[in-house]
């Protein structure tokens, strides 16, 4: 009876979390250890609509490459853009970003 009631609960979980993406990234960033987020601007058009829910999983910089999508502190905003650069200096890692829809690189 309890194995039965279980099951179905994990088959109606399932449902959900295939039917809404707003169930699909926490669900995924569970599993990856990472966070979600609503992106909020258009820098990053088409390729990520104002609206999406991302997850976002810390990484080594060592493993970013020109032309992933980084997600990065600038002063007290959370920016995501796209890698155009990578500079490695003294062990130090440093990257260019410039939005999708931005016509001129992040200073």
Known sequence: MVRKMVKQVI???IVIA???PVFVSPVVALFIGGHFSVIMTGSMEPTIPVGSIVTIKKVNPEYVKVGDII???AGESTVMHRVIDKIVE???YYFRTKGDANE???P
């Open 71 to 73: 997600t990065f502190k």
């Open 11 to 13: 088959s109606a979980l």
């Open 104 to 106: 001129v690189p992040d």
């Open 18 to 20: 295939l039917i809404s």
């Open 90 to 92: 003294n062990g130090s």
